[in-house]
């Protein structure tokens, strides 16, 4: 790729696939501005930012907060393009789910009224998630597309965790389109299922843990493997980048590789990986968990997307990851 494509700010740049995206824009010849929250007292490393190839010349990393709007002014202005994935992450629901919902809100706006008023700012490509379409409530088991959204109402009645996550992630969305649409913004939004592969981030992110489920032996997390929709890190992080570059993006773009069952997930890793003690699909048979609906990419892969990684990749990556952080 070219060098000098452009100043762009990714939001919550210390997450795992924000960090991953600063590399490959990087890499992609993209000057970068990211931002993170400060914690008064504590000292954050991310010496894994810093020590990327090409960030001592191309990569600048400011302060910002969801809870003070108004903080990401300075990185955004004069930027092209913003890619926004900082998002209150709370699947515990330790907090108030008003509480969370508002600070993704508010935090949100503020991030969207920074790229109007910077009056640079060709596009903002947004974070969103499976959580904002596939919980329909209409008992369908059909595959869904980005004309799907997810009923809160019958979210709740399902009585599973990361409710405050989910209401937030719905509310944000739908309030993000519609400040786009009354101020001319072009927004668009990627929507990833449960992502798997590699990470430089030095804690597990959740996600990789959730997949490796299996490997770690955590059985309060297998209820959630029954089925699942799954995507590779660096697709994701290259879908990101699309969407910025392709003149005729509009909307929300599901960004899904591929179903897979607890069984079938049980049987692949425990042909890959021999040395880890994978529970037979046997000693699995009595797990109950939600279902999830099937994801269509559809809408990306007509634009000219196209996946380069499958299961062996997301799970080799994310395994050697893991090892080489000290977690396997």
């Known amino acids: 790729m070219g060098e000098g494509k452009g100043l762009v700010c990714v939001t919550g740049g210390a997450g795992f696939v924000a960090s991953w995206l600063i590399m490959r824009l990087l890499e992609h010849g993209y000057t970068v501005r990211t931002t993170i929250r ?3 007292g504590i000292s954050k490393d991310i010496s894994y930012l810093t020590n990327l190839a090409r960030a001592a ?3 600048q990393i400011f302060n910002a907060d969801l809870d003070d709007p108004d903080s990401f002014n300075e990185a955004i202005e004069g930027c092209m393009g913003v890619f ?3 998002f209150p992450l709370d699947f515990a629901d330790r907090e108030p789910e008003e509480v969370i919902t508002k600070r993704a809100v508010d935090g949100t706006l503020g991030v969207l009224r920074a790229c109007v008023n910077a009056k640079t700012v060709k596009r903002v490509v947004c974070a969103s998630s499976q959580a904002t ?3 329909s409530g209409d008992g369908d088991e059909k595959v869904v597309d980005e004309s799907s959204w997810t009923n809160i109402d019958y979210y709740r009645s399902l009585n599973r965790f990361g409710t405050s996550y989910l209401v937030a992630k719905n509310k944000t969305e739908r309030a993000a389109l519609d400040f786009a649409e009354q101020h001319g913004l072009d927004l668009v939004f990627l929507i990833p299922p449960l992502i798997v592969g590699p990470f430089i981030c030095p804690r597990i992110p959740e996600s990789v843990r959730w997949s490796l489920s299996l490997i770690f ?5 297998y209820h959630l493997l029954i089925k699942l929709n799954v995507v590779h890190t660096d ?3 290259r879908a990101y980048i699309f969407l910025l570059e392709f003149p005729h993006a509009k909307g929300r773009y599901i960004c899904s590789w591929k179903e897979i069952s607890i069984d079938e997930m049980s049987e692949f890793l425990s042909a890959r990986y ?3 003690q994978i529970p037979t699909k046997d000693s699995l048979k009595d797990i109950e968990g939600f279902k999830m609906r099937g994801l269509s990419p559809k809408k990306l892969l007509d634009c000219g997307f196209k996946f380069e990684h499958g299961l062996e990749d997301m799970f080799d990556g994310a395994i050697q990851s893991c090892k080489e952080k000290g977690f396997l």
């Open 217 to 221: 032996g955590e059985k309060r997390l």
């Open 274 to 276: 021999p040395e880890f």
């Open 38 to 40: 400060s914690s008064p």
């Open 57 to 59: 010349e191309k990569l």
């Open 133 to 135: 379409v596939i919980y």
């Open 235 to 237: 697709d994701v992080a």
């Open 84 to 86: 926004h994935l900082a």
